[in-house]
């Protein structure tokens, strides 16, 4: 029996059985159900605010998600209430100042069409789906990471409602401890209501993906990390090897196989530019498509909106489990192992396994940023599969420790926060020092701890601390 909505100064908070709770909990990882007591969507600041009065009246605990991607990272929210952020008033893009400011609960995709008419574009994550908010706070490896470095070091404002109800505007120059933490640091601090985040100029892209058959993945992968080495900034790419079921969403010529993909961008920032980013797309293409031809290949140029298409994402929510680390440089023998731990079962649980390529301006931005403002890393992994039974998390869970035995001497470590889609998988994105300078910032903003919930615990915290590492 579904219990009665509770009410604050006449509004209905939504609990579990209603529609409205299930809207505001809405996850893209669908086996990652945050299962709070109550859950309310917010579209305005008074809202928000109105919705923390009562949750301090009632000794509630608050977690916030906008998109709900980021729900693997966390453990459920028993007990406690969760806000939905999906504020109203749409991008607004200042082609002047090359900035958009960006309500909670927006997705990459508007961004994106709304900065493409100024010839501007965005460090926007693989997909259109994505929600802006929680991908710039927790890092953000963009299509165009290399020559920008993390999305973090992109947002130039964050706009926050605190327990006490209060609105901040955390800038450079507005509380920039506060502003400094928000990067990266983790939640905990508010409701984050906007973002400004900073737009690049983008004249032409080339972008899309090649897939080969499985044959050929011990060539393409060695020919691709010899390119990474000395790839120009301008280019970013991704190599994964893919086991894609035989299902309707999936082309053809991948379904039911194991295939090894590139894809990535290319960026032109003026039309002048086009003829040296054909080149970099030769240097990249023309040696892999001389190993095997491959089974699809969209590579193209193209514009701005075309590179959310490149890394082909699934657009609705599934059930996934999955690890990810940040790798050092890879020799023969890493790459080896990868393919050898990657393709250890013939029915292996993870359907994608593969490397983001890092360097550039991720290890070198041009200022520094938040508490999280580069990677000393030359590779992302991230490998994952579906759960769509009990026994599925176990089996993606050993895989995952056997990858992981495989790639410990290359493994730095550390990980991205956006990237964590298991609450007991390692991770560790800042140091202890800095993790203490956050949690002092934390406790400064939110002394009663009304956000504790929205605050992963690292399997590797501190002594009498936990952080969004």
Known sequence: MTSSPARHQGRALPLPGSADFTDATHVFNLNARPEPEAAVTVRSVPEARETLALARERGMPVRVHSTG???????????????????????RVDPARRTARVPAGTRWQEVVEAAAPHGLTAAHGSAGTVGVVGYVLGGGLSPYGRLVGLAANTVRAVELLTADGRLHCADEDRDPELFWALRGGGGGFGVVTAV???????????????????????????????????????????????????????????????????????????????????????????????????????????????????????????????????????????????????????????????????????????????????????????????????????????????????????????TVPCFVEDPDRPRRHISDEQMLSVARVRQRVDPEGLFREDVPTSVDSPPGGSSFL
């Open 196 to 414: 400004e985040i900073e737009l690049l100029p983008v004249a032409a892209v080339i972008t899309g993906a090649a897939y080969w058959p499985e044959h050929a993945a011990e060539r393409i992968i060695a020919t691709w990390t010899r390119w990474a080495t000395d790839a120009p900034r301008e280019v970013t790419t991704t190599i994964r090897v893919m086991r894609l079921p035989p299902v309707p969403e999936v082309p053809p010529q991948l379904a039911g196989r194991t295939t090894v993909a590139v894809d990535g961008a290319v960026h032109t920032a003026h039309p002048t530019g086009l003829a040296a980013a054909r080149r970099h797309a030769e240097d990249l293409l023309n040696p892999l498509r001389a190993i095997a031809t491959p089974v699809l290949d969209t590579w193209s140029e193209g514009n701005a909106t075309d590179v959310l298409r490149a890394h082909g994402d699934p657009a609705a929510p599934l059930p996934f489990l999955g690890d990810h680390m940040l790798l050092g440089d890879l020799d023969g023998d890493a790459i080896d192992r990868l393919l050898d731990a990657v393709r250890s079962r013939p029915t292996s649980p993870l359907v994608v396994a593969g490397l983001r390529q890092l360097g550039g301006a991720y290890g070198t931005p041009e200022r520094a940023g938040g508490v999280l403002d580069r990677l000393d890393a030359a590779y992302s992994y991230a490998g994952s599969g579906p759960v769509l039974a009990p026994e599925h998390a176990d089996a993606i869970r050993t895989h995952c420790d056997e990858i992981r035995r495989a790639l410990r001497p290359w493994d730095t470590g550390r």
């Open 69 to 91: 991607h980021g729900a693997g990272s966390v453990r459920p929210v028993r007990g406690g209430l969760l806000i939905r952020t999906d504020l109203s008033g749409g991008v």
